[in-house]
């Protein structure tokens, strides 16, 4: 059966629909074939851009999209990126972008496999915090740390929101696992770059960045460690 990019992208959107409705375990069906049709897109000869073809006027973007929802089964009090990524098709500024549609497969590939996978390590977190899970938690470390490589990696899908969430999210599951220390880690890694970021006035999401000051300041509790990390 050929697979194209399109039906690989269409199950990773539809999934975030289901993570913003708290139905975490269709979201994690959805996002595992995502991730599964574009790793097996990509083990094609070429990637064969005829799979990958789209209209010359449209661009491929990356968007965060800002799930504002909350689920009552929830008792965490700390901020957890739950923005799902999504591929959108259309010609309106977003916020991360590949105009190149002479060379789509190349690029658009590891982005829908960067985003379902992103997305996939979030659907976990949000189940192993409804159910208390250590499995689900692990799991999701795993997705997120995946995600985080293969965006290092592919510098043409680069986004600082999505590193800047992963560490913060990562943070947030050591929390969870009653491991401070390893939190405190991934917080001052996160401190680091968002200091960096800012040096550079890039823009960003207020309620992002908000929310990961707040766990920094209640869980970074020593000034001169944040010191130390940013001039690192």
């Known amino acids: 059966m050929a697979f194209t990019c399109y039906e690989a992208t269409t199950l990773n959107n539809q999934g975030a629909s289901f993570l913003m409705n708290n139905n975490y375990e269709e979201a994690i069906l959805l996002f595992q074939s995502s991730a599964s049709m574009t790793k097996a897109l990509m083990e094609q000869p070429q990637h064969q851009d005829s799979n990958c073809s789209m209209n010359d006027n449209n661009a491929m973007r990356m968007k965060f999209i800002d799930l ?25 500024v977003e916020e991360h972008s590949i105009p190149d549609a002479s060379n789509a497969s190349h690029h658009l590939l590891p982005m829908i496999a960067i985003s379902a996978i992103y997305n996939l390590a979030i659907a976990h977190h949000l ?9 689900f938690f692990l799991q999701a470390l795993h997705y997120y740390e995946i995600s985080y490589n293969m ?24 929390r969870s696992m009653n491991d401070p220390q390893q939190a405190k880690t991934f917080l001052e890694r996160l401190y680091h770059i968002m200091s960096l970021l800012d040096q550079r006035g890039e823009k960003h999401s207020e309620r992002r960045w908000e929310g990961f000051w707040s766990n920094i300041l209640c869980l970074v509790v020593d000034p001169s460690s944040l010191a130390a990390a940013a001039a690192a």
């Open 151 to 174: 965006q290092l990696q592919q510098p043409t899908c680069s986004n600082p929101t999505h590193v800047l969430s992963v560490l913060n999210n990562v943070a947030m599951i050591h």
């Open 68 to 92: 504002d929802f909350s689920d009552p089964s929830s008792t965490e009090d700390s901020f957890i990126c739950k923005s799902a990524i999504i591929i959108s098709y259309d010609n309106q």
């Open 127 to 135: 189940y192993g915090i409804r159910h208390l899970s250590t499995d």
